[in-house]
């Protein structure tokens, strides 16, 4: 059974930087597309970026590109989100997300097989 675990949420003022994780056990991670996305107070749940397999291609919402960039440690069993220059409306609960679709479908959250609990940010401006 596939597990995923997020971790690195906290507390931030605007403008300062997080690093999130998530780790994949129970499966073999270089099968899945890795996703993140978020959901804020009284939001519907968006997406924020992707890395396909291999970290040869990523997809950012326009939200955050320039900001955050997504990567992956195939090795670690582990993709992470650097999230930089952050602002209150970042403010999230944020999700990790894996699909091994082979018509892969980053920012549909319907294509993604499985989900961590989630980690919260939180940015005070």
């Known amino acids: 059974q596939v597990h995923l675990v997020e971790s690195g949420g906290g507390l931030v003022q605007a403008g300062g930087s997080l690093r999130l994780s998530c780790a994949l056990s129970?499966?073999?991670?270089?099968?899945?597309?890795m996703g993140w996305f978020r959901q804020g107070p009284g939001k519907e749940r968006e997406f924020v970026a992707a890395?396909?397999?291999?970290?040869?291609?990523?997809d950012f919402a326009d939200s955050v590109k320039g900001r955050f960039t997504i990567s992956r440690d195939n090795a670690k069993n582990t993709v992470y989100l650097q999230m930089s220059s952050l602002k209150s409306e970042d403010t999230a609960v944020y999700y990790c997300a894996a699909q091994s679709r082979v018509i892969v479908r980053l920012r549909a959250s319907s294509a993604y097989e499985y989900w961590g609990q989630g980690t919260q940010v939180t940015v005070s401006s």
């Open positions: 129970g499966s073999t991670f270089n099968m899945y597309s």
């Open positions: 890395i396909g397999r291999t970290g040869g291609s990523t």
